[in-house]
């Protein structure tokens, strides 16, 4: 079902769960060491982060200086310690609507703009006003294209845009389109992103979320 968009409450929800790991030191080297949290094996270089989030800060032949949770502490070989972390959940934007429709403000480029959600919009949308407001170059970057409307047949600029977010969700060289005139009057939050996060409705909220 189409969900033109319109305005609205937007919550983030980025709570984590507090858990315990089992952490021994196996190997020391320089700016390296070999660790297992949880039975699991990493090799781990400075600077590099486990899959639980365990950061090396340094190492020599002595000691390792980890990060847990942000907390750093040093940890000698065969040293075997529990420790809590944090794990993060995948971002969650939740928006309410109004009169059946929905908005939500984000960012194109690292600039912001209000989105309107939009399931019957094959990219993201906007006008040239708004493109250029944003700093987009389109005349020369785009494809020049055409798409059908309620209007009828509209010339586009066909684009990538580098970052999209909203909420704590960003994408990478998402494809919008840029409409030679003055609509849509709002930039139009359309498949090319939303098909590639999880969308659905929970009663009158909309919940997007990041995909694994």
Avoid: C
Wanted: without cysteine; charged residues 20%; positive net charge.
């Amino acid at each position: 079902m189409k969900l033109p968009a319109i305005s609205l409450l937007l919550f983030l929800l980025l709570t984590g769960q507090v858990l315990a790991l089992d952490i021994q030191v196996l190997g020391l080297f320089k700016n390296m060491v070999i660790l297992r949290v949880d039975g699991k094996q990493h090799k781990l270089k400075k600077g590099k982060t486990t899959p639980e989030g365990i950061k090396l800060i340094s190492a020599d032949s002595d000691e390792a200086i980890l990060e847990v949770n942000g907390v750093e502490k040093a940890y000698r070989l065969g040293q075997h310690v529990s420790a809590n972390y944090k794990s993060q959940q995948q971002p969650e934007v939740k928006i309410l609507p109004v009169q059946g429709m929905y908005q939500t403000p984000g960012l194109i480029n690292g600039q912001p703009v209000q989105f309107l959600v939009d399931t019957g919009a094959t990219w993201i949308a906007m006008n040239i006003h708004q493109a250029r407001n944003l700093g987009i170059n389109f005349r020369f970057t785009g494809k020049r294209s055409a798409v059908s409307t309620a209007n009828g047949v509209a010339p586009v600029y066909r684009i990538v845009l580098d970052r999209v977010s909203v909420g704590g969700i960003e994408l990478h060289n998402v494809e919008a389109v840029v409409v030679d005139g003055s609509s849509p009057r709002e930039v139009l939050l359309g498949n090319s992103f939303l098909n590639r996060i999880n969308m659905q409705r929970n009663g009158q909220v909309l919940l997007l979320k990041k995909k694994f």
